[in-house]
């Protein structure tokens, strides 16, 4: 890819591994969506999904695969024919394809499979040659590599350049390493194993202990020139080394990390929120480099240091991430060019038809809230955009009554498939008296995984916003909305989760059984 011998290569896996983790499940649109922002940031590598997952996955990785500009397209394949041959159909009509096949060599991983040492070494030389046969462009990953024993992992990792993978993946899958031992790991397999400086090593994170950014960065160290990351970290469990985090320490600390990556920072901010939006996971207040907080100096001691010099308490620009200097607020005289400039400079080049939308749901928010922040603007596109595909359900009226006295009662009209329908309902508070009216007028087996409010901005006046987990039958979607009436946003979320899980009936998107099951049958 590069002869720079400082250049590391971004592996993204927001589209596999995050999407893998429950509840994160994209649309095909969201995915493309997400794999154009990578591309166009500058990403070097984006693993679109698991082709032999679900159809679902197969047209996702084909379309990205079809569409891609400038980044590799990689697809998730396990160590067999079937999985390979549907993971190259996928990936072949990118401009530069690639496989990714796996398996599990830990004692722990081996045992699944139930195959000896000698055994699974046979497959890795077979399957490994049977990609290259196809694909120029092979990498390979014993997964559970740090709890892999050293002499058995050395011999696959030969076994697997010798059969022609080009670049060799070292995962922490249950993120059980620490930074030493994560250098000092790939230090001695490029040291030691035969043909390794023929291949690139990749380091590939999860961050159970809270040491994937640590770990992955510590792997460049130790020789390591391929991050595999997500962003916001989204992942399996606790999730992966965030793209992020790791961008920003080479850029900031390039003093002691003097490495470089193709990934144009300015991005950053963007594609954080497009992905939490997308994927229904928010991200941490606190989160570092796009956490809401991670620029906001709220102390006195720290104001004061910021007006006269930013550089007191800031190691690194905002401009630099892309969040914008000013939080420049717009008021109800404000204009749709106004608008329409502000929503571009947030990344949304939003068409007519759309701006027209958001621009009354802005006139009508500005009329309530004495200030409209950008915050504010980003939720209103993204309620926006949940309404365009999945709007069978609509909410027309709500009114709760609440006060101390139990129960609380809601009375809700919903247009089902265009035809209104009226009830009222009650409940052990505002929320799940409007919740029980709408399961009333809907009536579904679905179950409520998660339920989260947070306010957009600040003030008794911000909106809010509110998440909505379902879950039917293995299927998981994630709806969300705002508004200043916290209930209202409840009511439009909970309503947009039930459309989401409707849409995945209809396609009967098997997504989640075959990917709870990938890892098992990763023999
Ligand atoms: O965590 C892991 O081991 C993986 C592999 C499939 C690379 O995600
Ligand atoms: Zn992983």
């Not at 329908?421 to 009216?437: L, W, Y």
Request: hydrophobic letters at 40%; aromatic letters at 6%; proline letters at 3%.
């Amino acid at each position: 890819m590069t002869n720079d011998k400082n250049r590391v290569v971004i592996f993204d896996t927001t589209l596999r591994d995050g999407e893998q983790s429950p509840g994160a499940t994209m649309s095909h649109a969201e995915k493309l969506e997400i794999a154009e922002l990578l591309d166009d940031m500058g990403v070097d590598i984006i693993e679109a999904g698991f082709p032999i997952a679900s159809e679902g996955d197969f047209d996702a990785v084909s379309e990205i695969a079809k569409r891609s500009k400038q980044a590799v397209i990689c697809g998730l394949a396990r160590a067999n024919y079937k999985d390979i041959d549907r993971c190259w159909e996928a990936v072949r009509h990118a401009g530069r394809p690639r496989i990714h096949t796996f398996i599990g060599t830990s004692p722990l991983h081996r045992a699944i499979p139930n195959l000896t040492q000698d055994e699974m070494a046979e497959r890795i030389h077979d399957t490994v040659t049977h990609a290259r046969n196809l694909c120029d462009n092979v990498q390979w990953s014993p997964m559970d590599a740090t709890r892999t024993e050293w002499d058995y992992l050395a011999r696959v990792v030969e076994i697997a350049i010798k059969a022609g993978a080009t670049t060799i993946n070292i995962p922490d899958t249950v993120g059980y390493t620490a930074p030493n031992e994560s250098a000092e790991l790939i230090r001695r397999l490029i040291a030691e194993v035969p043909g390794a400086d023929e291949v690139v090593f990749a380091t590939h994170c999860h961050n159970d202990l809270g040491m994937a950014t640590a770990n992955a960065l510590a792997a460049v160290e130790g020789g390591a020139r391929q991050i595999e990351c997500t962003i916001n970290g989204l992942g399996e469990r606790a999730g992966n080394t965030a793209l992020e985090e790791v961008v920003m320490a080479m850029k900031v600390r390039h003093d002691i990390m003097p490495f470089h990556t193709g990934v144009d920072s300015t991005k950053l901010m963007h594609i954080s929120r497009r992905v939490a939006t997308v994927s229904g996971f928010p991200v941490q207040y606190n989160k570092a480099i796009v956490g809401k907080n991670a620029f906001a100096h709220e102390s006195g001691i720290h104001q004061d240091g910021m007006l006269k010099n930013a550089e007191t308490f800031e190691i690194m620009r905002p401009e630099d991430v892309g969040l914008s200097a000013t939080n420049i607020v717009m008021g109800k005289h404000s204009g749709r060019a106004a608008l329409r400039s502000k929503l571009k400079e947030l990344g949304y080049d939003l068409a007519d038809n759309q701006l027209n939308d958001v621009f009354v749901r802005f006139k009508a928010l500005a009329d309530r809230k004495k200030e409209v922040f950008e915050d504010d603007l980003l939720a209103l596109v993204r309620d926006q955009e949940s309404g365009e595909e999945y709007d069978r359900i609509k909410v027309k009226f709500l009114r709760v009554i609440c006060g101390t006295e139990a129960p609380q009662s809601a009375d809700l009209i919903l247009e089902i498939d265009g035809k209104e329908v009226r009830t009222t309902a009650q409940g052990d508070g505002p929320v799940d008296a409007t919740f029980n009216a709408v399961k009333t007028l809907f009536p579904h087996e679905a179950r409520l995984q998660l339920y989260q409010v947070h306010a957009v901005t600040e003030g008794t006046d911000a909106q809010a916003t509110v998440s909505v987990r379902m879950e039917e039958e293995g299927r998981i979607a994630t709806g969300q909305s705002a508004d200043t009436d916290t209930v209202v946003a409840s009511a439009k979320a909970y309503v947009n989760a039930l459309n989401r899980l409707l849409v995945r009936r209809e396609k009967s998107d098997p997504d989640a059984d075959v990917k709870q099951v990938s890892y098992k049958d990763a023999g």
